[in-house]
């Protein structure tokens, strides 16, 4: 009892505490602690003679970069008078921007209705209905453009606002004063050589990397896709609509793992910001699943498979990259998000033979 009255003073008088412990403040509301995600280095996988660090995204309130998306358009369409009190919300999205938007609206009194293919995990789906949304699947095979002509469709028909985050500028605007002004505050006066980032939208690329490039043209952008659906370095064109949106499902697209990379077609962001760029990577999947688990077990961050596909072409970058050079990627999202994909396929549920010789050791506790 005298140990935690002694321990609570401590706590009371500030001691006990890491001298760089935050500051801690009353929101108002769950939207405002968005954004200010730490960067974090690795010090288990990063190659000999090169400093990698992550920022990492899932410390957003709902768990992804997408919260960054999410806040930035609901409250440019309330500025602009486009999106009415009450008035129903519409996406498109394979989970995480739903999620995001699913936070706000809760938060603003929005309806929210969500389409999105039934290829995508389940867990999005729980989390958005928990959160209030309505969720409209789309059947499988008609893929990420499906799910967007469904929205659209919805939302002519009922008079619903659609957020389109493929093609909404107020997507990368708001990375480009949140995201990029966070990595160039934290890297000031520090050497950062390498940007490395995916595309679901291309908000996080067109943003952030439009404001890096301009305070620090000598850091060098590295976009990356997966194999196997290389839409960006197959030089097909996308064909669109006059709004900027998908016509089609493109040519290159062929199905992969890493939800939230690179629908099956190259959203209009993307393609607008993809000047930002210095070079395009392409990651196996089977690798990016690997990456995720040694982030989780070596350096103990816990990450979605697309954060393991960006350290896997960050880490690339770095082994081929001078010695002493600095290399960020960003991790865009939590691996709660993914208990029934591939990525945890290898992780059991029931003790394994080690576990069960570790309970025989000692006699309590034992099943029958």
């Not at 959160?131 to 028909?157: D, S």
């Not at 390498?194 to 305070?215: E, P, S």
């Not at 993809?274 to 990450?303: C, K, Q, Y």
């Not at 697309?306 to 290399?327: C, D, F, K, W, Y």
Request: aromatic share 6%; with cysteine; net charge negative.
């Amino acid at each position: 009892m005298q140990r935690c009255l002694l321990s609570f003073k401590s706590l009371v008088s500030g001691r006990g505490f890491h001298s760089s412990a935050p500051t801690y403040a009353i929101y108002n509301n769950v939207c405002e602690t968005i954004g200010k995600t730490p960067v974090i280095k690795l010090n288990s996988i990063a190659p000999k003679g090169r400093d990698m660090f992550v920022k990492c995204e899932f410390f957003n309130p709902l768990g992804s970069v997408k919260d960054r998306l999410a806040i930035g358009i609901i409250e440019d369409a309330e500025r602009r008078g486009v999106l009415k009190p009450g008035q129903t919300v519409c996406e498109a999205t394979s989970g995480n921007t739903g999620i995001g938007l699913a936070m706000v609206c809760a938060a603003k009194g929005y309806p929210l209705v969500i389409t999105m293919a039934e290829s995508f995990s389940i867990e999005r789906r729980k989390i958005m209905r928990a959160l209030g949304a309505k969720v409209v699947l789309t059947p499988a095979p008609l893929k990420g453009t499906g799910m967007v002509e469904k929205a659209r469709e919805l939302a002519e028909q009922h008079g619903w606002f659609q957020s389109c985050q493929f093609e909404n500028e107020a997507n990368p605007n708001y990375h480009a004063q949140t995201t990029g002004p966070e990595i160039l505050s934290d890297f000031a006066g520090k050497r950062l050589d390498f940007w490395v980032t995916g595309y679901g939208t291309g908000g996080t690329m067109a943003g952030a990397g439009k404001v890096i490039k301009q305070a620090r043209p000598d850091v060098k952008i590295i976009l990356c896709e997966p194999e196997g659906a290389a839409l960006i370095t197959s030089g097909k064109k996308q064909e669109r609509r006059n709004d900027g949106s998908p016509k089609s499902s493109h040519p290159a697209f062929n199905p992969h793992p890493v939800q939230g990379w690179t629908p099956d077609f190259i959203p209009d962001i993307t393609e607008r910001g993809l000047h930002t760029a210095d070079d395009m990577l392409l990651v196996n999947p089977d690798d990016a699943i690997a990456m995720s688990l040694r982030l989780a077990s070596e350096e103990g961050l816990f990450t979605g498979i697309s954060g393991g596909a960006t350290v896997m072409a960050a880490l690339q970058t770095a082994e081929n990259a001078p010695e002493g050079s600095s290399i960020l990627a960003m991790l865009p999202d939590t691996g709660e998000r993914y208990l029934s994909t591939p990525l945890f396929a290898s992780i059991e549920a029931d003790m394994n033979e080690e576990e069960a010789e570790v309970s025989k050791s000692t006699p309590f506790g034992q099943f029958e």
